[in-house]
């Protein structure tokens, strides 16, 4: 049974933000991770965590000083707007003519800023000196696991096989917390509030519809009416009507998704050439050994023109340890994608060279963008949109064979950096409430957001986290490789007592995870 293995850091407080350029305001709590489910690690970002390397952490929203809401897309209703329209003619005029754009880009890329992962050099200093055996817990045959002793029935301390502690835990976290297969996970609620006039469109009306569809779909009306004279008896007037109506719709109603502006045929004699490659982030794949000092060169080259690196700062040992390490144990179950589940590279090779990279994690229930870097030389195909579109076709092509997996995860939403708003132009989508963690529509975040930079979004003033620390004891610990829980630990272990760390551990990252990942203590 694959299980996820954390040490805790604690927070840091008082380190340089990369956003507002303030010396000491930043504070975010943060866990080395050697090990990690893709659904461990689902649920942490449905509660505002993120990762960076094998690193990850969460921003402590009430007291940084940019507060990072996490932000994701509605795959399966994302609409393209004019600018991203303007993004995808852009390159399909560049692949099929030839044709370069003089025209520069306003648009962010869609990228996650060095300063947003905290930085290299802190999770260098972060990393874990415990060696494998410390983490790798003791075979069933012959482990000495605990089970949970009760004082108030005078039950003395007993040894149980791992087998057994394992069921149980099981037991504990699927009698409460576990998923109905078909339905989305309990973190995926979405509070819906009537907009107040001028607070943003009401979802639950149509949409608009242009003048031009309105007056096409009015003459095939009257169309229909001149013919219901000549048709009148005929058999075949229910199906021309019906024929009829289906079209207007199709023509009038449908506009255009975002892979018809993507998968469009080029003709034989295009002067370009563009293959998107999904790579496992593996040593052991080919394609992925094959690739990796053409990828490192061109992340060095991205991070000393775009951020400003230093040769040392982005190094392959510094791109393995960003990009590369990856704690998420790799899936790949029946009923989900082909690819499977875990870390990926999705390349993009323009006539045989790699000119951007999207680093992403395939989640039960989402495609999560972990970090972007390109050629800046090919910047004016503005290929931060450019392959953030493509990762919401991504998305929606993988939905068809894992129909749980239907949102695009976009990192974070700063709004008080207003270069860092521009995740918001992608709809629809939601903000993650810091204190109930349900998910709002952006409209209904952003007036909240332009009076106080730090906001509830759930307006349930009840509300609240439901899946809130209840029982500490119950938090499964990793010691002298042995599984037990918290309360037993609590017993055995030697020193001043940790409670206070483990209780901020399990606050963060909620009872469910508490209760199914290992906190490693030494």
């Not at 303030?22 to 975010?28: D, E, I, L, N, R």
Request: hydrophobic fraction near 30%; proline fraction near 7%; include cysteine.
């Amino acid at each position: 049974m694959r299980r996820a293995v954390v040490e805790y850091r604690g927070w840091k407080e008082g380190y340089r933000c990369g956003y507002c350029a303030s010396a000491q305001g930043k504070v975010s709590a943060g866990m080395w991770a050697h090990s990690m489910t893709v659904q461990d690690y689902q649920d942490l970002i449905d509660r505002g965590w993120r990762r960076s390397g094998k690193y990850v952490y969460k921003p402590i929203m009430n007291q940084t000083c940019c507060p990072q809401y996490t932000i994701r897309c509605q795959a399966l209703r994302f609409q393209t707007s004019k600018s991203h329209k303007k993004v995808l003619k852009k390159m399909l005029k560049f692949i099929s003519k030839g044709d370069v754009s003089k025209a520069v880009s306003e648009e962010e890329p869609m990228d996650s800023h060095i300063e947003d992962a905290v930085s290299c050099s802190f999770v260098h200093r972060s990393e874990s000196h415990v060696s494998e055996a410390e983490l790798t817990p003791l075979n069933e045959d012959h482990a000495d696991v605990v089970e949970n002793e009760d004082e108030d029935k005078g039950e003395t301390k007993e040894e149980v096989n791992v087998k057994k502690a394992e069921l149980d835990s099981l037991q504990i976290c699927g009698d409460k917390d576990a998923a109905v297969p078909g339905e989305p996970s309990p973190s995926t609620k979405t509070v819906h509030a009537p907009p107040k006039p001028g607070k943003g469109a009401d979802l639950s009306k149509p949409p608009c519809r242009k003048a031009k569809d309105i007056r096409k779909e009015r003459k095939l009306q009257k169309l229909l009416q001149n013919q219901r004279c000549t048709l009148e008896g005929s058999p075949l007037q229910a199906e021309h009507q019906a024929l009829l109506l289906q079209s207007s719709k199709s023509t009038t109603n449908q506009p255009k998704s975002i892979e018809d502006f993507i998968f469009v045929p080029l003709p034989d004699d295009a002067p370009h050439k563009l293959e998107v490659r999904l790579v496992p982030v593996s040593f052991e794949d080919p394609q992925f050994k094959s690739s990796f000092n053409q990828s490192a060169t061109l992340f060095a080259k991205y991070q000393m023109a775009i951020h400003k690196d230093t040769p040392s700062e982005c190094g392959e040992n510094e791109f393995t340890r960003f990009l590369c390490d990856s704690p998420l144990e790799p899936e790949n179950p029946p009923n989900g994608p082909e690819c499977g589940y875990g870390s990926f590279h999705q390349q993009y090779w323009l006539d045989g060279k790699i000119i951007a990279v999207g680093v992403i994690d395939i989640l039960p229930y989402c495609v999560s963008s972990v970090y972007l870097y390109y050629d800046p030389d090919y910047s004016f195909l503005s290929l931060g949109v450019y392959s953030a579109l493509r990762e919401i076709a991504f998305t929606r092509q993988l939905h068809e064979k894992a129909p749980d997996l239907c949102f695009y995860y976009m990192g974070f939403y700063i709004h008080s950096c207003p270069k860092m708003r521009y995740k918001g132009q992608y709809r629809p989508s939601d903000l993650l409430c810091p204190e109930t963690y349900v998910w709002t529509p952006i409209e209904q975040c952003l007036p909240l957001l332009e009076l106080s930079k730090y906001s509830r979004f759930n307006q349930d003033a009840k509300a609240v986290d439901e899946d809130h620390i209840k029982e500490l004891g119950r938090v499964r610990v990793l010691h002298k490789r042995t599984i037990m829980p918290y309360s037993v630990y609590k017993k055995r272990r030697k020193g001043p007592s940790d409670e206070a760390s483990v209780q901020q551990y399990a606050s963060l990252v909620g009872q469910t995870c508490s209760e199914r990942m290992l906190l490693f203590r030494s």
